[in-house]
């Protein structure tokens, strides 16, 4: 009788440690699930366009599923602006987001190889010399300048001069009053006779429509969809200032604190995030400048001839650019011949 009871006491004692050790590994593991939760914050220049609002929606979506719900990323729109994204992510004020290079190609040339004129022809060919060449070129390079890891990239498509005058030949461009958006555009705009003007973004509409400029250079999901082309009537599809990347970049000390697992995770989505980019900017390019001469706007392309007497006119831009990289320690004649060299097999297919 006495075993019997000791049997059951046994049994019951072993069952109650039975449960509690259960519910304190559930307990462990919820915490320390809870303490795994990394977040994110990460800054979003606004840009009307669908590529913009899909990276607001996709990434903390596609991340989160990735990492099954362990990294949280936190979109939000103009935390800084874009000439102090930068040091703003290399500083660790915020985590990460987007980069635009074009806004730094003064002093920091080499990743935007893509901004010299007559080079990248459209933006299929931007993609192709981005993932081929550039996808290196900015990993490196953002580490170099900024100390920020490179996870993907962005596209700024159909770049073209908007105005209120047709540029059809070299010789439109002579006393023309365009803004430029970096270095390059507004060397190039001058060698070619034009007069390049810099002014804040929020007074162009108005000066377009004063006529105190004549015409701009931007994407064409911009224009239409910030309403300027109706202060415009021609959109020049010159490749004076090809489509540029911007760039998905993290802090060092924030990437290197994530879990090793999840590094490839985060590297993957990300470019996938940045395939997705691509298609629907070449797309909404496209589309939307059809929806443009729908509405009365003129699309010019110039032909072989013009491009070529650009290219050949804006020369000095190239040795300019090369003389820059040498000042900063970048190899820019070899990235130029490069890019070249593939776009050379391209257009030979």
């Known amino acids: 009788m006495k075993k019997q009871t000791m049997y059951r006491i046994s049994v019951f004692v072993l069952l109650g ?29 606004p840009i009307p366009s669908v590529i913009s609002t899909f990276s607001m929606k996709e990434i903390p979506k596609r991340v989160a599923k990735a990492t099954d719900g362990r ?44 901004a010299l004129p007559f080079l990248i022809g459209n933006d299929e060919e931007l993609k192709e010399v981005t993932y ?11 580490h170099k300048k900024y100390n920020l890891v490179f996870l993907g990239s962005w596209i700024y498509a159909n770049q073209g001069i908007w105005s209120n005058r047709p540029l059809k030949i070299i010789e439109d461009f002579k006393n023309v009053k365009i803004r430029g958006h970096n270095y390059e555009a507004a060397l190039s705009l001058k060698l070619m006779g034009a007069t390049p003007i810099t002014m804040p973004w929020p007074e162009v509409h108005m000066a377009l429509q004063r006529g105190v400029m004549d015409g701009v250079i931007t994407m064409v ?14 959109a020049n599809m010159w490749p004076l200032a090809p ?44 589309q939307i400048l059809n929806d443009a001469e729908s509405e009365g706007i003129k699309v010019i392309y110039p032909n072989a001839e013009q491009i070529q007497r650009g290219k050949v006119m804006t020369a000095p831009v190239y040795k300019n ?29």
């Open 17 to 45: 440690l039975m449960v509690f050790t259960w519910r304190a590994n559930a307990q462990a593991k919820k915490e320390t699930s809870a303490t795994d939760k990394i977040t994110w914050v990460w800054n979003l220049m």
């Open 321 to 349: 650019w090369i003389n820059r990289c040498k000042k900063t320690g970048d190899p820019g004649e070899e990235l130029i011949k490069k890019v070249e060299a593939l776009l050379r097999e391209m257009r030979s297919k």
């Open 243 to 286: 489509a540029q990347p911007g760039a998905w970049v993290v802090n060092r000390d924030t990437w290197n604190r994530l879990p090793e697992d999840l590094k490839p995770k985060v590297k993957r989505v990300m470019r996938e995030i940045t395939d997705e980019i691509f298609r629907l900017g070449i797309q909404e390019g496209h």
């Open 132 to 142: 081929k060449i550039l996808w290196d070129v900015l990993e490196k390079s953002y």
């Open 71 to 114: 990294l949280i990323i936190q979109m939000n729109q103009s935390l800084v602006g874009p000439m102090d994204a930068p040091s703003a992510m290399s500083e660790g004020r915020i985590d990460g987001g987007l980069v635009t290079t074009i806004f730094f190609s003064g002093e920091w040339p080499y990743p935007n190889v893509t």
């Open 221 to 234: 999901a911009v224009m239409v969809k910030s309403g300027l082309y109706k202060v415009t009537k021609y």
